[in-house]
């Protein structure tokens, strides 16, 4: 007896038989095609993204007076929203409560630059003194190696044997370089304090056109997700840290009144300013230190323990203290982080260092959300970008729908 034949598996005569599902040869060309795209896109998006990299100091420094004011102000909108959100929730107007959050800033600014230069101005008579100390001192070291100094004039002999002449070009002293750069830096901080007041004021308007104003409920979701994660973890880490160079700054200034190192107070500040910059804060503060104790003490053993003991301090603060306390979830690499210091230090300067880890952090939360590039993989011909978090907030989004 023949078996049964359902109608499903009854093929016409002269007809082809059924494929298989799975081997459709246009779906698998479909499939390469849109592979093919996407790797082409990615590399366009690579190589606009390194073409960004390399002409944007260009543009950024030349449009300073611009571009260094906006950045700065988009800073302290991430930093200070959150002060502004809680002054708001205690029943203050958001327009009063963004005035009060940026003049809490100014304030503390204020008085750390107080705290400084104050004793910094007293000490300002005892520079030349300090300097002929200095220059003592390293004229002590000249004569225990006075090899070095041969050495040195031989080389530069050598140097001006051809009989070339040299050309002394006159720089502006210090004080033409200050009234210089006086009215620049005062158009600069107005406009940075505007645009500031202007952004926290504005910071709700913002977060309800981007939750409402997508057509897609899960992009909203995702943008929201992206704007709160950068403002917290930018904010929470300036907070953090704010905190941990205070407690150096105090520890600085009592170990220099034990030492009895003058100003003390002001070393303390000045040590919890420059502990904002990684890596190069430190490293100043030691030679300020060192160049200080050798210019006021009688020998170079004796003025270098101020600065060994904050290098002592340092050491244990920077291996032990600030990782347990901001933990993985501020932990960056000190690759990216000295980059990003050299990249915007040769951009805007000192302003640039002071702004280039809270942009590392901003552009960091950034990708954690989006996807970091896979540069790597992408040479071997993986995907650019890994994008699950499209399909979770597309599925939380539908979770969170109401029926």
């Keep these: 007896m023949a078996p049964a034949v359902s109608d499903s598996e009854e093929t016409a005569p002269g007809s082809a038989p059924t494929r298989a599902p799975g081997r459709s040869g246009p779906s698998k060309k479909r499939t390469l095609l849109a592979e093919q795209e996407l790797r082409l896109l990615s590399t366009l998006v690579l190589l606009l993204g390194v073409g960004l990299f390399l002409a944007l100091p260009f543009v950024l420094s030349i449009g300073s007076v611009v571009f260094l004011p906006v950045v700065t102000a988009l800073v302290l ?17 958001n327009a009063l409560a963004s ?12 008085l750390a630059l107080a705290l400084i230069l104050q004793p910094a101005v007293a000490l300002f008579d005892d520079v030349p003194a300090m300097a002929q100390g200095v220059m003592a001192r390293f004229g002590e070291l000249r004569e225990r190696f006075a090899w070095i100094a041969t050495l040195n004039e031989q080389l530069a002999a050598l140097m001006n044997s051809n009989g070339s002449r040299e050309v002394v070009l006159a720089a502006p002293s210090l004080l033409e370089q200050v009234a210089f750069a006086t009215p620049s830096l005062i158009l600069e901080t107005i406009l940075t304090l505007l645009m500031a007041y202007f952004m926290i004021e504005a910071r709700v308007r913002l977060r309800q056109r981007l939750l409402f104003g997508r057509a897609s409920f899960g992009t909203s979701i995702k943008a929201a997700r992206v ?67 050798i210019g006021t003490t009688d020998t170079i053993l004796l003025g270098l323990v101020p600065a060994l003991a904050y290098l002592a301090l340092h050491t244990i ?11 993985a979830r501020f932990t960056m690499n000190p690759v990216l982080i000295l980059i990003a210091l050299s990249y915007f230090t040769w951009i805007w300067g000192v302003f640039g260092a002071l702004l280039s ?14 996807g970091r590039p896979n540069l790597v993989g992408f040479i071997f011909g ?9 399909e979770d907030a597309e599925g939380s989004a539908e979770e969170t729908r109401p029926a």
């Design 357 to 370: 880890v809270p942009i590392l952090l901003m552009v960091t939360a950034f990708f954690d959300h989006v």
């Design 99 to 110: 005035v009060a959050a940026l003049m809490f800033f100014f304030a503390i600014l204020v």
């Design 317 to 327: 603060e920077a291996n032990l203290v600030t990782p347990s306390i901001l933990g």
């Design 227 to 293: 704007i709160r994660e950068v403002q917290d973890r930018v904010a929470a880490y300036i907070l953090t840290v704010g905190w941990i160079n205070a407690l150096v700054g105090v520890v600085v200034a009592l170990g220099a009144w034990a030492l009895g190192v003058d100003a003390p107070i002001m070393w303390g500040g000045l040590a919890a300013l420059l502990n904002f910059l990684p890596y190069v804060g430190p490293i100043v503060m030691i030679a300020l230190l060192g160049l200080f104790g």
């Design 77 to 93: 909108t991430v930093i200070l929203s959150p002060l502004a959100d809680k002054l708001n929730g205690w029943g203050l107007p």
């Design 382 to 390: 993986e995907p650019l970008f890994q994008t699950p978090l499209i």
